[in-house]
Every structure is written in structure tokens, then in C-alpha cells.
């Protein structure tokens, strides 16, 4: 009763210590097989595992999945998760191990697993690439059972072999934060350097000072670590070069310095080491792993036979690229198809095309990776200023700067271009009566998509489907069942041009 009671407490107490402050935390929990896996891996590195790896860099692939919400909003750009793939990639380069995006970013249109992955698990499982690192983005991270009372769980990574995969809060995503760095580090097998104290954080109150017992709070099968070193094989995250830490980071302040006196049941005083990778320390200018972490990780690597590492990367992109058209302040006469070009980096295969109403790009934007410099946008408005940009990348190098930031005003013409593969085309019958189809006949040189649309006099959108056009002749059906007495236009639109006629509707 009085246990229950000093918990109790606790979890009250917590936000009003921090004041307001609410600190991030990761939802990893290490599990007997996972502990284990480490002793394999320490007998390993010990029989000289790692000399077969010699001095070539490993690339290992990684799939992004960027989860929305069903209408395809609010997921994180593709920008975002590029910096922070070259974040990644620059805390990883002394290990001689490189992330590379495998097959493209993967995406996910579904609320729930939007709004915490983990409670929609299987989703993941559908959408998890076995020959890959799985890392999911989404608004949260929340572990099944919540993580650490009075903390926000920024990302875990769930070591369960049918899941195996890593959940990132999106607020994580970006060029400086260590949180994916860090749970790429449980993925190749790290323990938290406190492990068996995850679940709470040492306070003189509730776990003494000198701690007054010998096996961890959040796991019994795991002894107390004492600060001397001599149970670091058995007791702690069983690495020896990492002190004893029983989650002191937690409560400390953000300046990357424990300054308290907490003491093993020995009554030596911890001196955990702040700015290691797998602690809760905020506030360190860098972040490091140890040499014996180092091991592990490229031990675990190896031992990771699933994934499909490689050793030659594409050549880097040489640079940024430089916007060509729309012209910075100009005025486009159409708005249906805008011609966007910009100059071609060496190295680059494709290209980041981002336009949108607002400067931050976050209004509604349009993102398009595009394989080459050159592309056609449909579906801007009419008389409205845009902002866009371009950043040059392949799958092996994300660490190009993002192009200027130019602007430019749509006019109000529509663009009548016609496409240049087709040679004949017909809508009838015209005029045709309500409830009977259209039949449009198509004839092109070659196969094209087109979107389809009828709008009526003032420009109001009642009919829309995208379409595939095959080679030679092919007829869609039209439905006009919805359509009252009137005059419509019919537009087929492909990245190359556009096709107009006016049909009537009429008894
Ligand atoms: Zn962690």
C-alpha cells in the first residue's frame, strides 16, 4: 500500500517539477531476447567478426514511410525526412555505415496510423519492406502501454521480429535531432546505458541515496550497475565503456551536465556519461557512441543478413540547382499547365519539386519528385501567386541545398496546347441527352494520362476521372446522369497539353 502510494505520487508530481516542461523521451524496452542478443554479439566482436567487413562503407537501405491522414494531408514533407537522412548520415559516417533510400518514400493515406502508428499495426505490417529499415513518421509515437508517466515519447523502436521497425514523431523529423540517430541505434541492438530503469528516473526519494537495492526497478533480472565498473558485463546496457546511469538524464536540466550526487548501493557516486547517443542527457552540442557500441552496431549489421546493404552508391549531387522558368516575379498566361525548369545538377536523377501559396510551403502544397528538369504542372488556380522551389537528390545522397525561392502570378488563360501524340479525337453524341453516356474516342500515337474533366459555363467542376489513353483507338464512357440542360466543357488534360470541347446537354 505505501509502494503504491510513493507511485502515485510520483506520476503526479512529475509535471510540477518540470514545470510545464514535458520531456521527450524514447518508447524502447529492451526484452530477454534482445539482452541476450547483445552477449551474442560481444562473443562475436570477440572471434574477430568485424575484420571481415574491412574499410569499405556499407550502405543501408532504408524505407521512409510518410504517413497522413486519409485526405493526404499533414504528412511531413519529403524535404524534412531528406535532412534528417543526411543528419543521420553524418553521425554515422565514422562507423563507416551510410542510409540510403530504398525504392523511393513509401505512403500511407490512414488516419489512426497518422495519428500514433502503433495503433494501427496492421498497416505496418502491410506496408513493411522486409529487405529494408522501416521507419514510420507520424503526429505520435506512443508506445502500447504509454512510455514514461509525464513524458512525450518522441520514437521507439519495436523489436518484436514481425515488426522490427522504427515509429518517429514527426516533430523528430528534421536536420538536427537526435532521435532517429538514436533509435537506429536500438535497431543494431543498443540498450539505453540505464537500462532496467526506463520506466522511472532515479530520485533520492524513492530509490534511496545510496540506492537501496540491487536489482533494477523496471527489471529485476537485471542487477543495479555499480559506478566502479565491476558488474558493466552483466548489469546496465552490459557494455563496459558506458557508466552506470539509472536514467539520470530524465530529470536533469538541458545544459548536458549531471551535476547531483546520486550513488550506487556501493555509495560511489555515478558519473554517467552525458553526451552519449543512448542517454536521455538534452542539451550536449554533440552527441557520440562508444567505441564498444560501435562494435555492437556493426556487429548487429552484419548479423542483419535480411537487409539489402550495398557497397557502390551513386556518385554525389554536385550542388543546388538554379530555378530556369517561371521566371522570379513573373506572370504565366495560362494557369492549367505551367511549364517549371531549372538547371541540371551532375549526379542528380531526381528533383524535389515544391510549389505553394504560401512562403513556408505549408498552405497546400504540391510536391512532386521529379526525374528530370523539366515539368508540366496541372491544377494551379487562376490569378494567384505561387512560391516554389527544387532540391537535386538521389537515393544515396539527400544533402543538397534547396534552390532559391522564387515566385510567380498565374494568368487567367487556359492553356489550348493539344497534345502532340494525338491525332484524332471526337465526343458524341452532341448534343447529348441527360442520363445518356458520352462516348469520347481517343486516337493517339502513343499511350498517355490524361484527367478528364466537364465543367459547366461558369467553371464549376461536375465531372472529373483520371484516365489511362492506350495506344491507337480507345473509347471512354462519360456518365451524365447528374447533368441538367446546358452547355458543359469537356477538357482532357496531359502533362503536354489539353484538349477542349464544348458539349450540350439537352432533352
Ligand atoms: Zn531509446
Known amino acids: 500500500m505505501t509502494q503504491r502510494l510513493i507511485t502515485f505520487l510520483f506520476v503526479l508530481a512529475l509535471p510540477f517539477a ?20 547483445i552477449q551474442t554479439l560481444k562473443q562475436e566482436v570477440a572471434e574477430g567478426v568485424l575484420s571481415t567487413r574491412g574499410n569499405t562503407v556499407t550502405y543501408v ?68 519492406v522486409q529487405k529494408a529499415l522501416n521507419i514510420f ?54 540498450d539505453h546505458p540505464f537500462n532496467g530503469w526506463d520506466c522511472t528516473a532515479w530520485t533520492a526519494a524513492e530509490h534511496g541515496n545510496p540506492v537501496g537495492f540491487l536489482n533494477a526497478p523496471c527489471n529485476p533480472e537485471i542487477p543495479v550497475e555499480f559506478a566502479n565498473g565491476s558488474n558493466c558485463e552483466t548489469a546496465g546496457d552490459f ?139 496541372q491544377g494551379l488556380a487562376a490569378n494567384k501567386k505561387y512560391y516554389w522551389r527544387v532540391r537535386p537528390f538521389n537515393n544515396f545522397d539527400v544533402c543538397a541545398p534547396i534552390s532559391n525561392r522564387w515566385s510567380f502570378t498565374t494568368g487567367t488563360a487556359i492553356n489550348t496546347v493539344e497534345p502532340p501524340y494525338v491525332t484524332n479525337w471526337m465526343v458524341r453524341p452532341n448534343p447529348v441527352s441527360p442520363g445518356q453516356s458520352l462516348q469520347l474516342e481517343m486516337n493517339t500515337n502513343e499511350s498517355f494520362e490524361a484527367t478528364v474533366t466537364l465543367r459547366t459555363l461558369s467553371g464549376q467542376l461536375v465531372q472529373t476521372m483520371q484516365t489511362n489513353f492506350a495506344a491507337g483507338n480507345s473509347t471512354i464512357e462519360i456518365p451524365t446522369t447528374s447533368l441538367v440542360n446546358g452547355l458543359y466543357f469537356l477538357t482532357v488534360q496531359s502533362g503536354e497539353g489539353i484538349l477542349n470541347e464544348k458539349v450540350v446537354v439537352a432533352e
Open 61 to 128: 537501405p532504408v524505407k521512409f514511410h510518410i504517413i497522413s491522414k486519409a485526405d493526404g494531408s499533414k504528412g511531413v514533407s519529403e524535404q524534412v525526412v531528406m535532412d534528417a537522412l543526411c543528419h543521420l548520415n553524418e553521425e554515422y559516417l565514422d562507423q563507416d555505415i551510410q542510409f540510403y533510400i530504398y525504392n523511393g518514400f513509401k505512403y500511407i493515406k490512414n488516419d489512426i496510423a497518422y495519428n500514433n502508428p502503433g495503433d494501427a499495426e496492421l498497416i505496418l505490417q502491410g506496408n513493411k
Open 137 to 190: 513518421l507520424g503526429l505520435n509515437a506512443t508506445p502500447p502501454g504509454g512510455g514514461i508517466p509525464g513524458g512525450t515519447t518522441l520514437g521507439y523502436f519495436a523489436g518484436q521480429p514481425n515488426q522490427d521497425w522504427i515509429i518517429i514523431k514527426n516533430s523528430e523529423v528534421n536536420g538536427s535531432a537526435s532521435t532517429i540517430p538514436h533509435e537506429v541505434g536500438h535497431y543494431f541492438n543498443l
Open 239 to 377: 557494455l563496459c565503456d558506458t557508466p552506470a546511469d539509472y536514467n539520470l538524464g530524465y530529470l536533469d536540466d538541458n545544459d548536458c551536465l549531471y551535476t547531483g550526487d546520486c550513488m550506487d548501493p556501493n555509495g560511489d557516486k555515478l558519473d554517467p556519461m552525458e553526451e552519449n547517443y543512448m542517454g536521455y542527457f538534452n542539451g550536449c552540442s554533440q552527441y557520440v557512441f562508444t567505441p564498444q557500441q560501435k562494435q555492437i552496431i556493426a556487429a548487429r549489421l552484419i548479423q542483419r543478413t535480411n537487409l539489402e546493404t550495398v557497397t557502390t552508391p551513386q556518385a554525389s549531387v554536385e550542388g543546388g540547382t538554379t530555378l530556369i522558368q517561371p521566371a522570379d516575379g513573373s506572370t504565366t498566361q495560362a494557369y492549367n499547365n505551367v511549364a517549371f525548369e531549372w538547371t541540371a545538377v551532375p549526379g542528380a536523377n531526381q528533383y524535389m519539386l515544391e510549389i505553394d501559396l504560401s512562403t513556408g510551403f505549408n498552405v497546400a502544397p504540391i510536391r512532386q519528385i521529379v526525374w528530370g528538369n523539366y515539368k508540366v504542372i
Open 18 to 37: 518540470l514545470l510545464g516542461q514535458t520531456p521527450g523521451v524514447c518508447g524502447f524496452y529492451s526484452d530477454k531476447a534482445f539482452d541476450e542478443n
